[in-house]
């Protein structure tokens, strides 16, 4: 699939950057800040820290908003961010090792998105959907410096979410250790089910999310 239809097939599932760009600016910039905190901190900010940016009577309507917008994801009682794509404090099949932090991504696509997103050095650990074998992936940026195994794709079977995304569509969007594994889960389902190779995901990573950072 062409990258850009894809960024746009994906945007129109999962509009991200258009429902931030209708919040208010303090609220985009709050959503900016619990990304950068996740990323350098591999934790939110802290209550104190995001009152400061919105006034504390204003904190837990912002987070809210946030969440209705699935921008956010937050715990139950709607109080403390869990998550904002691509990263979750929440523990997923993909592990990432940043500064010797751990945190996870939300799917594969987003764990491949998080380097080029923040120009830093992402180790990524996950599996095969379909064989369960282990996969390891070295980032720095949009480069990938080692893949275990070679020749690792990435699949999304099309579907608009349920509910929160991080909980539904994302569990579609899966590492295949090579390009037999991708095909024979792909099947007959061409239109519902698109296989990526790492170097088509990353470029596919970064028209989906870097533009949440500008």
């Known amino acids: 699939m062409n990258i850009q239809l894809a960024v746009d097939r994906l945007n129109s599932q999962l509009p991200l950057k258009a429902r931030q760009d209708q919040l208010p600016p303090a609220l985009k ?7 950068m905190s996740l990323i350098k901190r591999g934790t939110p900010p802290t209550h104190e820290e995001m009152a ?18 699935d921008l956010l994801v937050l715990n139950i009682a709607g109080t403390d961010v869990v998550g904002a794509y691509p990263i979750t404090t929440e523990t997923t099949a993909h592990q ?11 799917c594969a696509l987003d764990a491949v998105s998080v380097a080029p997103m923040f120009a830093t ?13 282990p996969i390891q992936i070295r980032m720095y940026g949009s480069d990938v410096i080692k893949s275990n195994p ?20 994302c569990t579609e969007m899966v590492f295949l250790k090579d390009e037999n594994i ?3 889960w792909q099947g ?3 239109e519902r089910i698109s296989l990526f190779t790492l170097t088509e ?10 533009p949440l950072m500008s």
């Open 29 to 35: 910039k709050l959503h900016q800040t619990i990304l």
């Open 52 to 69: 400061e940016q919105v006034g504390a009577v204003q904190m837990t309507s912002a987070l809210q908003t946030l969440g209705a917008k």
């Open 182 to 184: 991708a095909r024979q």
């Open 188 to 190: 007959d389902e061409l």
């Open 121 to 133: 050095e992402v180790n990524i650990t996950s599996h095969c959907h379909v064989s369960n074998e």
């Open 150 to 169: 070679d020749g690792v794709m990435i699949g999304i079977r099309w579907q608009m979410p349920r509910g929160i995304a991080a909980h539904s569509m």
């Open 96 to 106: 990432l090792s940043i500064d010797n932090r751990k945190i996870y991504a939300m």
């Open 201 to 210: 995901a990353i470029a596919f990573g970064m028209g989906f999310f870097m």
